[in-house]
């Protein structure tokens, strides 16, 4: 046996041993695992065969006669033999030239990639996959979304619990107007576009009482604010009265609005809730910005969840 | 001719090098001239919008927050469109960061507001009770550096050609022109009437009585900033 061999087997035995060694003595070992043991499989048959390759390549170093005939040209004395491509390797040049020139024209086309193309794709993709699963939701399921959307698009101004964080960042949600916002709303007017369209509200010198006759006073917007901001519920109150006299032209005898003329003040609806996204509202706590990327699905569920937090009142 | 060169390889290299730049130059250069040039709408700062971002950049505002909204869908739905490198042309420095411990801020003023900002800055956790951003009390004391916004502004002018006092197209067809003082004493009164808008939707008593005075408070400045990214 010669030394190569035995070199050969030497280093064979090492890295076998490694091998083993280092599986072995790990926590857990193969661990029964087959993806494991197939692994330690590869590991061994790629030694082994290595081992063999290198040999059988190094013995042919050692001991390859070069033979053939020598071609004409010789540079600084390095001679080159006539030998014929192998038929294996001139296969697989033809065949990868073929395959680059199907790859570059049709395969993959150099110019066919954009990254703008693959965002509109992808956009095109998740907006159908949208409108397939959401298109018909509704209920529940509607307010579940328009609570994903919000603690996403509005928590940071209305804050967790909607209440705009006591009404020092945004408005309160879980009811349809403050008792401030009315009186700002009546001292200064409105015009947030909330039916939709440019509708001003008048300030308190367009407002008259009918009943008096008079512009509407300190005392009636106290009186008629609370009443507004506590759901128009009180039939009896001084508010109540004032409504009737002074605001129910516009916003109907029970606060629910009339349509082109004025919005509804006693509860909130879809359309409300939309228009004040596509517009944003400026007010007594300050400007809410329009929000108008959402897509018209998330703006009603939006609404169906703004909705359904004020239900209790 | 190429026997010479086969004989020197230096000037061999220096041949290579150059047939590679220059097909390297003619694919490249064209492009990016073309992609960087200013978007419609795209205008430059006021100077309090560039106090304010002095003041970004004096507290490291883009070690946390990005500029720069990639294009994938889960970022423009919630930023809005994406970048796009013409909407750069003025930013000197540019500011989009490598790491977004808050949200990216590039169009921040199209979905928070002057009094958001106000109530933000002073106390995140206030608004924001899970928040890790630090407050910047001091901002609402300190004074921002006019003089060198309005060094700056003038460098930019004179030796970027930043378009101050001329007619920049706007989206909608119409034009906007930035005005830029042609003087300190003007530069400081203009960015003083900017102030006065900001501070008139501000509560803060002492910024208020501090634009009273004439001075500007870094927040007012900062605000004014945040307000433009849009």
Same mark, same amino acid.
């Given at each position: 046996?010669?030394?190569?061999?035995?070199?050969?087997?030497?280093?064979?035995?090492?890295?076998?041993?490694?091998?083993?060694?280092?599986?072995?003595?790990?926590?857990?070992?193969?661990?029964?695992?087959?993806?494991?043991?197939?692994?330690?499989?590869?590991?061994?048959?790629?030694?082994?065969?290595?081992?063999?390759?290198?040999?059988?390549?190094?013995r042919?170093?050692?001991?390859?006669?070069?033979?053939?005939?020598?071609?004409?040209?010789?540079?600084?004395?390095?001679?080159?033999?006539?030998?014929?491509?192998?038929?294996?390797?001139?296969?697989?040049?033809?065949?990868?030239?073929?395959?680059?020139?199907?790859?570059?024209?049709?395969?993959?086309?150099?110019?066919?990639?954009?990254?703008?193309?693959?965002?509109?794709?992808?956009?095109?993709?998740?907006?159908?996959?949208?409108?397939?699963?959401?298109?018909?939701?509704?209920?529940?399921?509607?307010?579940?979304?328009g609570?994903?959307?919000?603690?996403?698009?509005?928590?940071?101004?209305?804050?967790?619990?909607?209440d705009?964080?006591?009404?020092?960042?945004?408005?309160?949600?879980?009811?349809?107007?403050?008792?401030?916002?009315?009186?700002?709303?009546?001292?200064?007017?409105?015009?947030?576009?909330?039916?939709?369209?440019?509708?001003?509200?008048?300030?308190?010198?367009?407002?008259?009482?009918?009943?008096?006759g008079?512009?509407?006073?300190?005392?009636?917007?106290?009186?008629?604010?609370?009443?507004?901001?506590?759901?128009?519920?009180?039939?009896?109150?001084?508010?109540?009265?004032?409504?009737?006299?002074?605001?129910?032209?516009?916003?109907?005898?029970?606060?629910?609005?009339?349509?082109?003329?004025?919005?509804?003040?006693?509860?909130?609806?879809?359309q409300?809730?939309?228009?004040?996204?596509?517009?944003?509202?400026?007010?007594?706590?300050?400007?809410?910005?329009?929000?108008?990327?959402?897509n018209?699905?998330?703006?009603?569920?939006?609404?169906?969840?703004v909705?359904s937090?004020?239900?209790?009142? | 001719?190429?026997?010479?060169?086969?004989?020197?390889?230096?000037?061999?290299?220096?041949?290579?090098?150059?047939?590679?730049?220059?097909?390297?130059?003619?694919?490249?250069?064209p492009?990016?001239?073309?992609?960087?040039?200013?978007?419609?709408?795209?205008?430059?700062?006021?100077?309090?919008?560039?106090?304010?971002?002095?003041v970004?950049?004096?507290?490291?505002?883009?070690?946390?927050?990005?500029?720069?909204?990639?294009?994938?869908?889960?970022?423009?739905?919630r930023?809005?469109?994406?970048?796009?490198?013409?909407?750069?042309?003025?930013?000197?420095?540019?500011?989009?960061?490598?790491?977004?411990?808050?949200?990216?801020?590039?169009?921040?003023?199209?979905?928070?507001?002057?009094?958001?900002?106000?109530?933000?800055?002073?106390?995140?956790?206030?608004?924001?009770p899970?928040?890790i951003?630090?407050?910047?009390?001091w901002?609402?004391?300190?004074?921002?550096?006019?003089?060198?916004?309005?060094?700056?502004?003038?460098?930019?002018?004179?030796?970027?050609?930043?378009?101050?006092?001329?007619?920049?197209?706007?989206?909608?067809?119409?034009?906007?022109?930035?005005?830029?003082?042609?003087?300190?004493?003007?530069?400081? &009164?203009? !960015?003083?009437? =900017?102030?006065? #808008? *900001?501070?008139?939707?501000m509560?803060?008593? +002492?910024?208020?009585? &501090?634009? !009273?005075?004439? =001075?500007?408070? #870094? *927040?007012?400045?900062?605000?004014?900033?945040l +307000?433009?990214?849009?």
């Amino acid at each position: 046996m010669n030394k190569l061999y035995l070199w050969g087997i030497i280093i064979t035995a090492a890295m076998l041993g490694a091998t083993y060694v280092t599986v072995g003595y790990q926590k857990g070992g193969l661990n029964g695992d087959i993806v494991n043991m197939l692994a330690i499989a590869g590991a061994v048959a790629l030694v082994i065969i290595t081992m063999f390759v290198v040999i059988k390549y190094v013995r042919q170093m050692q001991t390859d006669q070069a033979s053939g005939e020598l071609a004409d040209e010789s540079w600084d004395n390095i001679g080159e033999y006539k030998n014929p491509v192998p038929f294996g390797w001139a296969i697989m040049f033809i065949g990868t030239m073929i395959w680059g020139m199907w790859y570059f024209t049709i395969g993959y086309p150099v110019n066919a990639f954009s990254q703008i193309g693959q965002y509109n794709e992808e956009v095109k993709e998740k907006d159908a996959e949208f409108e397939k699963k959401y298109a018909n939701i509704k209920g529940e399921q509607l307010v579940n979304m328009g609570e994903s959307v919000y603690l996403v698009e509005c928590v940071a101004c209305h804050g967790l619990n909607a209440d705009g964080n006591n009404e020092v960042d945004a408005a309160d949600l879980n009811q349809r107007i403050s008792e401030k916002s009315i009186k700002y709303v009546i001292n200064h007017g409105s015009n947030n576009k909330l039916l939709g369209t440019e509708m001003p509200m008048p300030d308190r010198n367009g407002l008259f009482n009918a009943e008096t006759g008079a512009l509407i006073t300190d005392k009636e917007i106290d009186a008629v604010a609370k009443y507004v901001a506590d759901g128009l519920k009180d039939a009896n109150s001084a508010g109540a009265k004032v409504f009737a006299n002074v605001c129910a032209a516009c916003h109907g005898p029970d606060g629910k609005g009339m349509a082109y003329v004025a919005p509804d003040i006693a509860t909130w609806n879809k359309q409300l809730v939309i228009n004040v996204l596509d517009n944003g509202k400026k007010g007594v706590i300050g400007k809410m910005p329009a929000m108008d990327r959402l897509n018209p699905k998330q703006k009603e569920a939006i609404a169906a969840y703004v909705m359904s937090l004020s239900k209790g009142e | 001719m190429f026997h010479w060169l086969e004989k020197h390889p230096f000037f061999f290299a220096v041949g290579v090098f150059v047939v590679i730049a220059f097909a390297g130059l003619i694919e490249i250069v064209p492009n990016f001239a073309q992609a960087s040039r200013p978007v419609i709408g795209t205008k430059p700062v006021t100077l309090l919008e560039q106090a304010g971002r002095d003041v970004y950049i004096k507290n490291s505002c883009n070690a946390c927050h990005s500029q720069l909204i990639r294009p994938f869908k889960a970022e423009t739905d919630r930023y809005g469109h994406y970048s796009l490198s013409g909407e750069y042309a003025y930013d000197r420095p540019f500011l989009w960061g490598s790491k977004r411990t808050g949200p990216d801020l590039m169009r921040v003023g199209n979905y928070r507001t002057t009094e958001w900002h106000e109530n933000h800055m002073k106390d995140p956790k206030s608004v924001m009770p899970s928040s890790i951003m630090p407050g910047y009390p001091w901002m609402f004391k300190n004074s921002a550096d006019i003089d060198t916004a309005y060094a700056t502004q003038l460098t930019n002018a004179q030796f970027f050609g930043v378009p101050y006092n001329k007619p920049v197209p706007m989206k909608d067809g119409s034009t906007a022109v930035v005005k830029m003082a042609d003087s300190v004493a003007g530069a400081h &009164a203009m !960015a003083l009437a =900017e102030a006065k #808008e *900001i501070t008139s939707k501000m509560k803060d008593q +002492n910024v208020k009585d &501090a634009v !009273a005075r004439g =001075e500007i408070p #870094e *927040i007012v400045a900062l605000i004014a900033y945040l +307000n433009s990214m849009k």
